[in-house]
Structures are given as structure tokens and as C-alpha cells.
DNA sequence: TAGATTGTTAATCGATTAACAATC
DNA sequence: TAGATTGTTAATCGATTAACAATC
């Protein structure tokens, strides 16, 4: 059953609000890794695929990649598996990397120049298109090809970029007033990869990028592991 | 109810093997976050805060905070809430970021130079004693402080240094390669930054790090976000 | 046909949310 | 005392896992 919200109001109209937070997220992170697999598969030449193949060489569930299949829509065939390049196009589609998302990118030091140079992204249908800096002596440059501004024309190269993506990659001390430039600017979806928790207008996304949660996760899954008896495989 | 497995072996030697999988890791991924708040607020003085005022300024639900809480031991006063250096301890304590963990990291390129000068790792106890990069001009010189050797010698200098947390951010085509070599010189965890399914021996950790499934999530938010009615506020 | 692999339906598990009594 | 905040217990929700009929 689907739930969906509808709001009233008192000049008569009514809307139809979707579900504010993203089902099927645990699958949707996972699709990804389908992808990048999928693809080798096709550069090898294979044509179809078992679910369960893909399960093995991910080290998932294979049921579980069943289901996470049939978000995307594609049916298999029972005892042949599911078409290679179908497949692919599917997930390109679902994730809406068929067509490129652009981005601006606020904050070019360390990180920042990192995900400038990521040779992931442009495969995954993010197209970096500018990046901001405080540091005045990187303005004016290019990092691997995407033009570098200072930090103070964010809204006036977006009045004529009109990108709604921003990757923020600035010290945490100055990323909530960023946020707020960026809003300004247009920008309706944050990357945020800063330890900094956005306020933002309700019409604004946020994914969060915490490193050090998956250093917490790190450490405790060791301290697991160290616990447990020896065991022999 | 706590479930453990039991192995019986042949000789009448009996093993307890704890539970494989980590649980309540949502809880512990959110736990940096309530860390970096009380450092901030234990830094301006404050000496207790309540659940409810940490939920506000986290974007998070009051019950979800207490519930959160709960995995460190702490004990609040209610009407007073909890005790911030208490908390801050207590958390730190249970990550095990009391004391440092000290890693490796390979692959000095974009991504391993900007996790090697990330500040926010040394505040939450993880400690980079030695890089390693396939680059030999690379070899030799120090990045952020932290001395680089050449790739072939991670054997030989984690035979000195007995380092057992490993970094992974090589390109994809030679992780499994250097993976083999890190387990080989007795790492025991993988902070996995590629794209690809390591295969490892059982007894060896990986935390999978990948940034093209935050990409993902964020698109469909994007999308979702794009569906709904505009909203007045 | 036989068997592998599929999609579907139900059961289990864990996390989030809600309700409420306890307490400073 | 009154009221804010807590911990606990139960209900809901969603994701994973299991069971099984369908099909090439």
C-alpha cells in the first residue's frame, strides 16, 4: 500500500505531497555496484546474466539482488537470467544517469581537487562544471579542466549556469554561510561532504557524506572482530 | 533476546562465534555526529544538554536521540537531560577513538593526498603513519607529514610497524592486487575507497566506502524532489 | 522432460516511532 | 507541586530472508 499526503487549503486548491523521504534507499545505494559489474560484463562480450552470478562477485544475497532488480523493472527470463545491456540501461535510467547531472563544486583544496579529478563521476552522469575557492591565487585556474572562480562571483556565474547541484567540500567554520550563498544562487541539491549539519529551505535536498561514519563503523566492526575466537576456515 | 552461534568440532572443542553481521550500525553512524555538537558545546562551556536540544540542532527525531544514547551507557537526569563531558566520553569510549588507531593508507593520488591532510581524522582518533603509491618520484618524500614509501615495500615496512588498518585508495584495476599484498603483511581491516568487491579471508574487516552510492541517492532525491507540487512555506 | 532460475508471497528481523510511567 | 525530560515498553514500519510456484 502506498501512502501519499494531501494538503487543503482555504482557498479551495489541494496538493498532493509525495513521500518526503526516499524509499528503497538501502537498494538504491546498492545499484551502483550493479552497474560497474554489468558494465565489465559487457565490455567482455556477455550478453545475460544470472541474478545469481551478479550476487556471487558482489558478495550479496542472491535474492536480494533479485529484488533489488525489480526496481529498475526489468523482468528475467527463468533459467536464462537477465539481458546484459538492458539491465544497464535500466539502472542508467532509474538513477537518471542516461542524461548528465551538472554541478558546481565549492571548495577546491584537498577533498575538493580529489572529486575534481574522480574519473568515477563523469561515468556516473556528474558533470563538474565549475569550482569556487577562497584562495584567491586558484581563481582563475583550471583543475583538471573545470574553471576555478573565487568564492564571491557563486552568484553571479550561476545566474548564468543555472546548475542545481553543489558539492561542498569548504572548512566547516564557513560551510552554513556557503550553504547560503548557494541557495541563493539557485542551487536546490547539496553534496554535503563538510561534518556541518545545513539548514536549508524545505525546497532544498542534502545528502550527507560523512567520512568519519564510516570510520565509526570501521572501528567497531575491528573491535568485533577482535572480540571473536579465532576461527579456522 | 541476544543470539549467539555455537561450533562443535570433532576433537569436543567448542567455539562461541559472535554475531558476524555489526548491529545498530545506524546508531553508530550517527554517533560522530552527537560527538562533534557536545565537543562544540562542551568548548563553549556548556555543561549538560538535553536530548531534545541535540535532536533540534541535528536535524533528528528527540526519541531516535535518546535511543542512540542509550548503546554508550550513559544515564540522563530527566528535567536536567545529560552530563556533556560524560556523553563526550562515553562516546569516544565506545567508538574506541579514546586511543588511536593507527593506519595505512595506499595510494597517495587525488583521494589518498586529501584523506592524508583531512583534520577531522586525527580528532577522531585514527592516527596515518605511512602511505605507499606506485609512483616512485612520489617515494621518499613525506605528504602532510606522513612518510611515502614505494608500493612494493608495504611487507617489509608493516613487518616493522605491525600496523593493522589499511586505507585502499589505488584505481580499481590493482586493488585486489594490493589488497592481497596489505593482508599478506598482516592487515586485519580495509577502509575500502574503490569500486571494487574485495575479496578477503574471512577473518579481515572491509568497510566499503563509495561515493557513486551517495551519488545515486542524491539523484533520486533530486528527481523526487523535482515530482513533487511546489510547496509554500 | 528435468533442472536452473525466475517472480511472488509470506515470515523474520531490526530500526524507527509512539505511548506512557518514572523522576528530578 | 507542576512540568520538563528521562528510560521503558509496545506498535509500526521497512528491509532482509525464506519458501514456493511459475517458466524457459
Same mark, same amino acid.
Given at each position: !500500500?502506498?501512502?501519499?499526503?494531501?494538503?487543503?487549503?482555504?482557498?479551495?486548491?489541494?496538493?498532493?505531497?509525495?513521500?518526503?523521504?526516499?524509499?528503497?534507499?538501502?537498494?538504491?545505494?546498492?545499484?551502483?555496484?550493479?552497474?560497474?559489474?554489468?558494465?565489465?560484463?559487457?565490455?567482455?562480450?556477455?550478453?545475460?546474466?544470472?541474478?545469481?552470478?551478479?550476487?556471487?562477485?558482489?558478495?550479496?544475497?542472491?535474492?536480494?539482488?533479485?529484488?533489488?532488480?525489480?526496481?529498475?523493472?526489468?523482468?528475467?527470463?527463468?533459467?536464462?537470467?537477465?539481458?546484459? *545491456?538492458?539491465?544497464?540501461?535500466?539502472?542508467?535510467?532509474?538513477?537518471?544517469?542516461?542524461?548528465?547531472?551538472?554541478?558546481?563544486?565549492?571548495?577546491?583544496?584537498?577533498?575538493?581537487?580529489?572529486?575534481?579529478?574522480?574519473?568515477?563521476?563523469?561515468?556516473?552522469?556528474?558533470?563538474?562544471?565549475? =569550482?569556487?575557492?577562497?584562495?584567491?591565487?586558484?581563481?582563475?585556474?583550471?583543475?583538471?579542466?573545470?574553471?576555478?572562480?573565487?568564492?564571491?562571483?557563486?552568484?553571479?556565474?550561476?545566474?548564468?549556469?543555472?546548475? *542545481?547541484?553543489?558539492?561542498?567540500?569548504?572548512?566547516?567554520?564557513?560551510?552554513?554561510?556557503?550553504?547560503?550563498?548557494?541557495?541563493?544562487?539557485? !542551487?536546490? =541539491?547539496?553534496?554535503?561532504?563538510?561534518?556541518?549539519?545545513?539548514?536549508?529551505?524545505?525546497?532544498?535536498?542534502?545528502?550527507?557524506?560523512?567520512?568519519?561514519?564510516?570510520? =565509526?563503523?570501521?572501528?567497531?566492526?575491528?573491535?568485533?572482530?577482535?572480540?571473536?575466537?579465532?576461527?579456522?576456515?
Amino acid at each position: !500500500v502506498k501512502k501519499f499526503s494531501i494538503a487543503l487549503f482555504m482557498d479551495g486548491t489541494a496538493m498532493l505531497a509525495m513521500p518526503a523521504k526516499l524509499s528503497k534507499q538501502p537498494s538504491i545505494r546498492r545499484l551502483p555496484a550493479y552497474l560497474g559489474l554489468l558494465r565489465q560484463l559487457h565490455d567482455r562480450g556477455c550478453d545475460t546474466v544470472s541474478g545469481v552470478y551478479l550476487a556471487e562477485r558482489l558478495g550479496l544475497d542472491k535474492v536480494q539482488v533479485r529484488k533489488d532488480l525489480t526496481i529498475t523493472g526489468v523482468m528475467g527470463k527463468p533459467r536464462v537470467g537477465f539481458s546484459v *545491456p538492458v539491465l544497464i540501461h535500466a539502472i542508467e535510467c532509474f538513477l537518471g544517469w542516461d542524461q548528465a547531472l551538472e554541478a558546481l563544486l565549492v571548495g577546491a583544496g584537498n577533498l575538493g581537487t580529489a572529486l575534481l579529478g574522480y574519473t568515477e563521476f563523469p561515468r556516473h552522469g556528474l558533470r563538474i562544471v565549475a =569550482a569556487f575557492d577562497s584562495d584567491p591565487t586558484r581563481a582563475g585556474r583550471e583543475i583538471y579542466g573545470t574553471p576555478v572562480f573565487a568564492m564571491g562571483r557563486i552568484a553571479e556565474v550561476n545566474a548564468r549556469l543555472r546548475v *542545481p547541484v553543489a558539492i561542498l567540500t569548504v572548512p566547516a567554520d564557513v560551510a552554513q554561510r556557503v550553504t547560503d550563498q548557494l541557495v541563493g544562487a539557485g !542551487v536546490t =541539491a547539496l553534496w554535503n561532504f563538510t561534518p556541518v549539519t545545513l539548514d536549508v529551505p524545505a525546497h532544498v535536498v542534502v545528502q550527507n557524506e560523512s567520512l568519519v561514519a564510516g570510520l =565509526a563503523v570501521l572501528t567497531k566492526k575491528l573491535c568485533l572482530d577482535e572480540c571473536r575466537l579465532p576461527h579456522n576456515d
